[in-house]
Every structure is written in C-alpha cells, then in structure tokens.
C-alpha cells in the first residue's frame, strides 16, 4: 500500500485570511530577524513540495499559480524600489553637478568682471571723472572743469566758489549755459578775484535771460583722473591728485 503523503502546498495569503491562523511548527528565537526568501528559495521549495505531494491528492494547479503569481509581483515591487532608489541617487547627483556648475560659472563671471573693470579704470586716467557732489579742481595752469545739471532752464550761469565754512570766496560768470546736464571749462568762466591751483567746494545757479531770479542747478564733484591704484583686488581712481573714490562710484567718465 502506498503510503499517504500530505500535502506540503504553502497557503497563499487569501486562504490563510479565510482560515484560521496556522501555529509556526518552529518558532523563531526571541529578538531574531528573518532572512526574507528569495528567488531561488522559493523555487526549491516549490520542487521539494511538488516532489513530496500526495499521489492521490495532487497540488492544485490554480494555488501553484497563485503563488508565483504573488512572487512574481513580490519580485517586481522589489526591483521597483531598488529602480527608485537608483534613480533618487542619480538625481541627487546631478543636482549636485549642476549646484557646482552654477558656482563656476559665477565665479568666471566675477573674474570677466574684475577684469574688465581693471581694464576700464587704466584707459580712465587722464579723463575727467564724474560723481556726486559738489567739489572741484582747478589745476596749477587754471585747467578744470565741472559738470551740472540745469534741468530745463536756460540763461545766465553763476559759479560760487566756497571755503571750508560756506563762505563764498570767488565768483565766475558765465555768459549764457543750456538746459540739461552739461560740462564747463574752468578756462571758460571769469572769477573774481582769481583763483589759484587747489580743490574747492562749489555751488551753480541760472537766470532766466532778463531775471534777477537764480535758480539752484545740480552740482557734480568732477577732476582729471590722474592715477590709479589698487585696494584688495578693487581698483581706486586719484582724481585731481588729493581724492581717492573706487571706480564703483563714478557715474560718468568724460573725455
């Protein structure tokens, strides 16, 4: 007589929710971790349960299909996870390259930049240079020039040179000055009295042709960019020989 074999088939996950829970015939070791099955353990299993199933009370083909149909979708989830991590990494890193890449372009960026601004301050010298304020320089041979802005007046111009307090010192006249923002030769203006070589402090006004009424204009500090130097990397322009002003602060630089 052939001996009954029973049936060794692992029950799939909908037939141990149906039933009632299994007791493991091993239990496993307090505090221990399981090594989760793979591919290959799988397949031996399923060998060794079709080699040792009843004779009489065959496995049956849908549960053999329904489990490898749960390994495979097992396997696949698996693959997937490891497909994502994969391609978390690689964006990571890409990230990464193109963080680098934005910073070495900057950099580049401020290296053509100082560059061409070392370069713009050297063809500066000799030129007149331009900022706010109200200072100018008249040169031992009575050269110089300052630059202002009249708006849309038009007519008699006055030049009021001023000491240290504010007090006027000296005055210029100039016979008829145009709308806008316009540059004066120094050369051009009659002071009284004289004024020698130095750096003054200024202010300009205009009257209307037939007015007694001046009307304040917009002073500029002005003088011929006589030198340059260097501060940590930053170029500085000497203008008129006694001040000193980064090429950042210019706002125009005349011929």
């Known amino acids: 007589m052939i001996s009954s074999v029973r049936n060794t088939v692992v029950p799939s996950a909908t037939a141990m929710d149906a039933g009632t829970p299994a007791s493991p015939s091993v239990s496993a070791p307090s505090g221990s971790k399981l090594n989760p099955m793979g591919k290959d353990e799988f397949l031996k299993m399923l060998v060794a349960q079709l080699k040792n199933q009843d004779p009489l009370n065959p496995m049956d083909g849908k549960d053999m299909a329904a489990q490898l149909a749960q390994f495979s979708t097992v396997e696949q989830l698996q693959q997937l996870n490891s497909s994502t991590t994969e391609a978390k990494a690689t964006q990571a890193a890409m990230a990464a390259a193109i963080e680098a890449l934005k910073a070495?372009?900057?950099?580049?960026?401020?290296?053509?930049?100082?560059?061409?601004?070392?370069?713009?301050?050297?063809?500066?010298?000799?030129?007149?240079?331009?900022?706010?304020?109200?200072?100018?320089?008249?040169?031992?041979?009575?050269?110089?020039?300052?630059?202002?802005?009249?708006?849309?007046?038009?007519?008699?111009?006055?030049?009021?040179?001023?000491?240290?307090?504010?007090?006027?010192?000296?005055?210029?006249?100039?016979?008829?000055?145009?709308?806008?923002?316009?540059?004066?030769?120094?050369?051009?203006?009659?002071?009284?009295?004289?004024?020698?070589?130095?750096?003054?402090?200024?202010?300009?006004?205009?009257?209307?042709?037939?007015?007694?009424?001046?009307?304040?204009?917009?002073?500029?500090?002005?003088?011929?960019?006589?030198?340059?130097?260097?501060?940590?990397?930053?170029?500085?322009?000497?203008?008129?020989?006694?001040?000193?002003?980064?090429?950042?602060?210019?706002?125009?630089?005349?011929?």
Do not use: C
């Open 104 to 255: 070495g372009q900057s950099q580049a960026a401020d290296d053509v930049a100082h560059m061409m601004e070392g370069q713009m301050a050297m063809a500066a010298v000799g030129k007149t240079a331009v900022t706010t304020g109200n200072t100018m320089f008249v040169d031992s041979d009575g050269a110089g020039s300052v630059v202002v802005d009249t708006g849309t007046k038009s007519g008699r111009g006055r030049l009021n040179v001023l000491d240290a307090a504010g007090k006027v010192i000296s005055e210029g006249t100039i016979p008829a000055v145009g709308t806008g923002q316009q540059q004066i030769n120094l050369r051009d203006v009659t002071f009284t009295p004289p004024l020698a070589a130095g750096q003054y402090r200024y202010e300009f006004a205009v009257a209307q042709d037939g007015s007694q009424q001046w009307q304040q204009a917009t002073t500029y500090t002005t003088g011929r960019i006589t030198g340059l130097r260097y501060e940590q990397g930053n170029p500085i322009l000497m203008i008129g020989n006694v001040l000193s002003l980064p090429m950042s602060k210019l706002t125009q630089i005349r011929g």
